[in-house]
């Protein structure tokens, strides 16, 4: 993702059917892309929080935030991009690591503080959470080997408090 170009906004919703293929519809219909969307429960059970990284311009900002802001189901638009804010993003990988290499990957797992979370004969799992540069810097690392799986969250990002 080119976060130079990206906006990530958080939208607040109505925990109700249908609001999330709304949505996706309202930023497909106009042709717009998401890079990341990231969709779970906010304290109060019955609103929904959306993370939702978008590439584009001011411009493209502007539209997907009137847009959003038209919808009924949305209570809330932030972007957060102009924000003090914190991302994360989890990983899932499963590296092949046949005994002569277990080690190699367990190293590179302990150095950016992934867990291991799964072994198997000839694999690891491994689980990490990180911003977006270092989400690079673990994949980067990951590239020699065999990278038999791999789930990532997407982004989920709030407002850093005062």
């Known amino acids: 993702m080119d976060k130079k170009n990206r906006h990530i906004i958080n939208a607040t919703v109505e925990n109700q059917p249908s609001v999330l293929s709304r949505i996706v519809g309202l930023f497909s219909g106009r042709g717009y892309n998401i890079d990341s969307l990231n969709v779970g429960p906010c304290a109060d059970p019955r609103f929904s929080r959306m993370t939702i990284a978008v590439p584009g311009d001011e411009r493209v900002l502007e539209q997907v935030t009137k847009q959003l802001n038209k919808q009924v189901d949305v209570v809330k638009v932030v972007d957060l991009t102009a924000e003090r804010h914190i991302?994360?993003?989890?990983?899932?990988?499963?590296?092949?690591?046949?005994?002569?290499?277990?080690?190699?990957?367990?190293?590179?797992?302990?150095?950016?503080?992934?867990?291991?979370?799964?072994?198997?004969?000839?694999?690891?799992?491994l689980q990490f959470v990180g911003d977006e540069d270092q989400v690079e810097d673990f994949l980067r690392l990951l590239r020699p080997y065999t990278i038999i799986n791999l789930a990532r969250s997407g982004l989920l990002a709030v407002i850093r408090g005062e």
Do not use: F, Q, T, Y
């Open 87 to 125: 991302v994360r993003e989890l990983i899932l990988a499963e590296i092949g690591a046949p005994k002569a290499k277990r080690l190699e990957v367990m190293n590179i797992a302990s150095m950016m503080h992934a867990e291991v979370v799964g072994v198997r004969e000839n694999s690891l799992l």
